[in-house]
């Protein structure tokens, strides 16, 4: 793969273009190629006097390799032009995959900038031609300024450097989720926020608890999430029909619920689990409690494990400590694992 090579002039920039076609290549091929070595191209122009500072520009990108030309107690800088020179493909297709910011990229990889030299302004023509003669393709990509602070190295046009969206991903499919409370919904409102954010598998559309007037229901109306009520019933199976019932009616569209539910548990010789998990624990002397969160079935505390989180007991615990800590490791956990369910169904179809 050759490398994009750029010049740096006393008050111009020149740089090399690399082939455009690189993200479709392989990952081994694109990561295996071997760096780029500038030596026959450079080392008549080293010789002739031309170059007054040259980098390779490699980890670090521009940002970071261009500036070692320079004495960071004299009082000159460099100017980069962004859109100066074309980006090879895979720059933009990082940048949309990431997604990953401009700036980041400019100090990250080298975004088809192989080497940079500085030249006094008069020679620039005359550079360019010998590294053409040399099968180079030199661009102009900025200056040597007085510097303005302390930094070394400025970007101009930045916001236009990339075009990420030739490769950004087009709109996915999500899976709808209800979820069931009791309470104040402190897990209810990390899964809903989880949700909403970008490359989210998931959508929250409604929050069904079995008691009126409930804090998770304030919230989840706050956050703009459609709220049902259904009392308990007696019978099993007409608390099922009425929650299928009310979720047809109130949206009109299949509603692919993903149940977690979180029990505390102990990670050692013994599983504690049930209403009673962290009194239990501390009555038995664990050492170790946490939260389990697993597909629910028919039995109590049962089903295949999803995710786990552990919480070590420290001597001064007590019920709140611990369900406070064990409360840290739910908020972290339930998201991570809603998301991973919901990943599995789309890409199981």
């Given at each position: 793969?050759?490398?994009?090579?750029?010049?740096?002039?006393?008050?111009?920039?020149?740089?090399?273009?690399?082939?455009?076609?690189?993200?479709?290549?392989?990952?081994?091929?694109?990561?295996?190629?071997?760096?780029?070595?500038?030596?026959?191209s450079?080392?008549?122009?080293?010789?002739?006097?031309?170059?007054?500072?040259?980098?390779?520009?490699?980890?670090?990108?521009?940002?970071?390799?261009?500036?070692?030309?320079?004495?960071?107690?004299?009082?000159?800088?460099?100017?980069?032009?962004?859109?100066?020179?074309?980006?090879p493909?895979?720059?933009?297709?990082?940048?949309?995959m990431?997604?990953?910011?401009?700036?980041?990229?400019?100090?990250?990889?080298?975004?088809?900038?192989?080497?940079v030299?500085?030249?006094?302004?008069?020679?620039?023509s005359?550079?360019?031609?010998?590294?053409?003669?040399?099968?180079?393709?030199?661009?102009?990509?900025?200056?040597?300024?007085?510097?303005?602070?302390?930094?070394?190295?400025?970007?101009?046009?930045?916001?236009?450097?990339?075009?990420?969206?030739?490769?950004?991903?087009?709109?996915?499919?999500?899976?709808?989720?209800?979820?069931?409370?009791?309470?104040?919904?402190?897990?209810?409102?990390?899964l809903?926020?989880?949700?909403?954010?970008?490359?989210?598998?998931?959508?929250?559309?409604?929050?069904?608890?079995?008691?009126?007037?409930?804090?998770?229901?304030?919230?989840a109306?706050?956050?703009?999430?459609?709220?049902?009520?259904?009392?308990?019933?007696?019978?099993?199976?007409?608390?099922?029909?009425k929650?299928?019932?009310?979720?047809?009616?109130?949206?009109?569209?299949?509603?692919?619920?993903?149940?977690?539910?979180?029990?505390?548990?102990?990670?050692?010789?013994?599983f504690?689990?049930?209403?009673?998990?962290?009194?239990?624990?501390?009555?038995?002397?664990a050492?170790?409690?946490?939260?389990?969160?697993?597909?629910v079935?028919?039995?109590?505390?049962?089903?295949?494990?999803?995710?786990?989180?552990?919480?070590p007991?420290?001597?001064?615990?007590?019920?709140?400590?611990?369900?406070?800590?064990?409360?840290?490791?739910?908020?972290?956990?339930y998201?991570?694992?809603?998301?991973?369910v919901?990943?599995?169904?789309?890409?199981?179809?």
């Amino acid at each position: 793969m050759k490398e994009r090579f750029a010049i740096k002039g006393k008050l111009s920039i020149l740089a090399v273009l690399l082939p455009q076609s690189v993200p479709f290549f392989c990952f081994g091929e694109v990561l295996l190629t071997p760096t780029r070595l500038y030596v026959r191209s450079l080392l008549p122009l080293l010789k002739e006097g031309f170059v007054k500072g040259c980098a390779h520009i490699t980890g670090g990108g521009v940002e970071e390799n261009a500036v070692r030309m320079l004495d960071p107690t004299a009082s000159l800088a460099l100017k980069v032009d962004a859109t100066s020179w074309k980006k090879p493909a895979i720059f933009d297709w990082l940048a949309a995959m990431g997604p990953v910011t401009a700036s980041t990229m400019m100090r990250t990889f080298n975004c088809g900038i192989g080497f940079v030299l500085v030249v006094a302004a008069s020679d620039v023509s005359a550079v360019e031609q010998r590294l053409i003669d040399a099968s180079e393709t030199p661009v102009r990509i900025g200056s040597v300024v007085k510097k303005q602070g302390d930094s070394l190295i400025s970007f101009t046009n930045m916001e236009a450097a990339f075009s990420p969206s030739r490769f950004a991903p087009g709109p996915k499919s999500t899976i709808k989720v209800g979820i069931l409370i009791s309470g104040t919904g402190s897990n209810m409102e990390k899964l809903i926020e989880s949700s909403r954010k970008p490359g989210s598998y998931c959508e929250v559309v409604v929050v069904i608890s079995n008691k009126e007037g409930v804090k998770g229901l304030e919230i989840a109306n706050a956050m703009g999430v459609e709220t049902i009520v259904i009392p308990h019933t007696q019978v099993r199976e007409e608390g099922d029909s009425k929650i299928t019932e009310a979720e047809f009616k109130r949206f009109k569209h299949s509603i692919s619920q993903v149940v977690l539910k979180t029990v505390h548990i102990v990670k050692d010789i013994k599983f504690i689990a049930g209403a009673h998990a962290v009194r239990d624990a501390l009555k038995f002397g664990a050492k170790v409690t946490g939260c389990t969160i697993h597909y629910v079935d028919e039995q109590v505390d049962h089903g295949s494990i999803i995710a786990q989180g552990a919480v070590p007991i420290e001597d001064e615990d007590d019920e709140a400590s611990l369900h406070a800590k064990i409360r840290i490791i739910e908020h972290k956990l339930y998201p991570e694992a809603m998301q991973r369910v919901a990943k599995i169904a789309i890409c199981s179809g």
